[in-house]
C-alpha cells in the first residue's frame, strides 16, 4: 500500500512557474513507475508525464513537452514535477499516481496505476 500526498499547487500568472511535489509513504517509492495526470473542469483525466523506477526514463504528451520536467528522488520517496511557461489552458487539479508495471502504450491510461494521491490544483492566470 502506498500514500501519495501532493503538494506546490498555487495561483500563477501565465508564463509562470511552478513545481509540484508528490511524497510516497507506506512502500519505497523505487518499487513504482510514477505519473502526473490533470483533470480540468468538465474534462477527462490527462497525462502529463511518467518517470521510470530510476528516473532513466520520461515520457511527456506533446502538450507539455519542453515546458514541464518529471523527477524523483528515490532517496527521499518524492516525485516532482517542473512547470514552466504555464498557460491558461494548463489549469488543473494534478495528481500524482504509481504503477506496479507500465507500458509505452498504457502510461497514459488512468486505470495502469495502483495508486492515486488526492490531487492539488494549479490556476494560471492570463
Known amino acids: 500500500q502506498v500514500q501519495l500526498v501532493e503538494s506546490g499547487g498555487g495561483l500563477v500568472q501565465a508564463g509562470g512557474s511552478l513545481r509540484l511535489s508528490c511524497a510516497a509513504s507506506g512502500r519505497t517509492l523505487s518499487s513504482y513507475t510514477m505519473g502526473w495526470f490533470r483533470r480540468a473542469p468538465g474534462k477527462e483525466h490527462e497525462f502529463v508525464a511518467h518517470i521510470s523506477r530510476s528516473g532513466a526514463y520520461t515520457y511527456y504528451p506533446d502538450s507539455v513537452k519542453g515546458r514541464f520536467t518529471i523527477s524523483r528522488d528515490n532517496a527521499k520517496n518524492t516525485v516532482y514535477l517542473q512547470m514552466n511557461s504555464l498557460k491558461p489552458e494548463d489549469t488543473a487539479v494534478y495528481y500524482c499516481?504509481?504503477?506496479?508495471?507500465?507500458?509505452?502504450?498504457?502510461?497514459?491510461?488512468?486505470?495502469?496505476?495502483?495508486?492515486w494521491g488526492q490531487g492539488t490544483q494549479v490556476t494560471v492566470s492570463s
Open positions: 499516481a504509481a504503477a506496479g508495471s507500465v507500458t509505452m502504450s498504457t502510461m497514459r491510461l488512468i486505470g495502469q496505476y495502483d495508486y
